[in-house]
């Protein structure tokens, strides 16, 4: 009996994704933990308690490989998980003010590298986004986290945020948005990154390959 090709769609599951999304989104989301969890490390001239962690290179992996939905999705899963290990200090109230910085970075890069897919575009959304995080972070040291739960004396927040807090968060987004500029091209049959015509597309979508370079 002669077999015969068929063109079926692509099946879509649980939000719309296909099975081999939602394994690429778990697999980045698990390494983004990983990185959170096991490999904090500190950075000189920076105060010991402040240290960086890659855990937000998958995420930015993921919103230029599949749209900024993607890296929201990476970013829920990590700082999901990081919550249940109950490693954060302050239970959720610790992983909230991450998470929402961790927003702000991938949803900033994966639209700006939709807009003008080039490496140099990814570049722009990640120092967009790294601006965008800083800020957020500052803002909520300064209001939040610093007079509340550190009880440091209200002359001293401002000090600390603009001296310590603000730069701090800007190297540590630099330091990821250079990874991922030495790392998504090479690790394109990983994680899903799109290739064609054996080019890395610097932005997809959870919907199909929109962009090439």
């Given at each position: 009996m002669e077999a015969c090709a068929v063109n079926s769609p692509v099946r879509r599951l649980a939000f719309g994704l296909?099975?081999?999304?939602?394994?690429?989104l778990a697999v980045l989301g698990a390494m983004a933990f990983a990185l959170m969890f096991l490999a904090?490390?500190?950075l000189p001239p920076f105060p010991s308690f402040l240290k960086y962690d890659a855990g937000d290179?998958?995420?930015?992996?993921?919103?230029?490989?599949?749209?900024?939905?993607?890296?929201?999705?990476?970013e829920l899963l990590k700082d999901g998980l990081y919550l249940l290990s109950g490693k954060s200090e302050f239970g959720w109230l610790g992983v909230l003010p991450n998470l929402l910085a961790g927003l702000a970075l991938v949803t900033l890069t994966g639209l700006t590298a939709r807009r003008f897919p080039t490496r140099w575009g990814a570049a722009a959304g990640m120092a967009g986004g790294a601006v965008a995080m800083a800020a957020l972070l500052?803002?909520?040291?300064?209001?939040w986290f610093l007079p509340v739960f550190y009880h440091l004396p209200s002359?001293?927040?401002?000090?600390?945020?603009?001296g310590t807090i603000l730069p701090f968060n800007l190297?540590?987004?630099?330091?990821?948005?250079?990874?991922v500029l030495l790392l998504y091209p090479r690790l394109a049959p990983v994680v899903g990154v799109p290739v064609q015509d054996g080019r890395v597309l610097w932005s997809g979508s959870l919907l199909g390959v929109r962009h090439p370079r």
């Open positions: 296909t099975l081999v999304q939602m394994v690429r904090e490390v500190p290179v998958p995420a930015i992996f993921a919103s230029l490989a599949m749209g900024p939905w993607g890296g929201a999705l990476v500052s803002a909520l040291n300064y209001a002359e001293a927040v401002a000090p600390m945020v603009v190297v540590k987004a630099g330091i990821s948005g250079a990874l």
